[in-house]
């Protein structure tokens, strides 16, 4: 059974604060994601990584760093946490070839920054 | 710009009809195309996915259309059950290093 699993479900950080979000997938995917959700603007990605070590800016980095240290582990840096980042994070792994294109979430972790 | 777009925020359906969720891109190099359903307070599910090169995919009450030549997906779910009730984001695949971009959702009820 495929896996993506976050580290937290629930995270209240304070402003200012440095927030780790893990993310650990067992399928041995290439790419990991990470996005976020809010109310009527959907899943806005934030980075991705198609291998380790290498990380693409999203359409919203603003705020935010990558780690990819070995293939199975994607890490999401809030350097100095805001109230405009409370939102829901969603972790995604996946690959992407000729004769299988999937790709799967882990159950989500909900920021609040107090 | 948006480069999914999926117009209707959201739809009500009656259970045992059919459901047919919309979906609209706007770059003609997207490869793939996937759908996934999600619950409140939880991560999306993947529920199926096309290549560029089919128009159509099926697996049990889900069919994925796609229409190249419209830069138009879409999904149905045949017969709707009670259960199917989510918020549903159509997604492609974009650039050299697999990018993964969703639309804003969908939003489907069905009633009994």
């Known amino acids: 059974d495929v896996k993506v699993t976050q580290s937290s479900r629930y995270l209240v950080k304070r402003t200012g604060e440095k927030v780790f979000l893990e993310c650990v997938q067992d399928?041995?995917?290439?790419?990991m994601f990470w996005y976020r959700q809010d109310p009527g603007l959907g899943l806005r990605l934030i980075y991705f990584?198609?291998?380790?070590?290498?990380?693409e800016k999203g359409d919203i980095p603003e705020g935010y760093s990558v780690s990819r240290e070995k293939k199975e582990r994607f890490s999401l840096i809030l350097e100095s946490a805001s109230t405009n980042q409370t939102s829901m994070y969603l972790c995604?792994?996946?690959?992407?070839?000729?004769?299988?294109?999937?790709?799967?979430f882990g159950q989500g972790t909900r920021l609040t920054v107090v | 710009d948006q480069q999914v777009k999926q117009n209707s925020p959201s739809l009500s359906v009656q259970e045992g009809r059919i459901s047919i969720l919309n979906c609209d891109y706007t770059?003609?190099?997207?490869?793939?195309f996937l759908w996934y359903k999600k619950y409140p307070a939880e991560g999306p599910t993947f529920l199926i996915s096309i290549s560029s090169i089919k128009d159509k995919n099926e697996d049990g009450r889900f069919t994925v259309f796609l229409n190249k030549s419209a830069k138009h997906l879409s999904l149905h779910i045949v017969p709707s059950q009670p259960g199917d009730s989510a918020v549903y984001f159509c997604a492609a695949i974009g650039g050299s290093q697999g990018n993964l971009i969703f639309g804003k959702g969908t939003k489907l009820s069905v009633k009994p």
């Open positions: 399928m041995d995917h290439e790419n």
């Open positions: 770059n003609s190099m997207f490869d793939y």
């Open positions: 995604a792994s996946g690959v992407i070839r000729t004769d299988i294109t999937e790709a799967f």
């Open positions: 990584s198609y291998d380790v070590k290498m990380k």
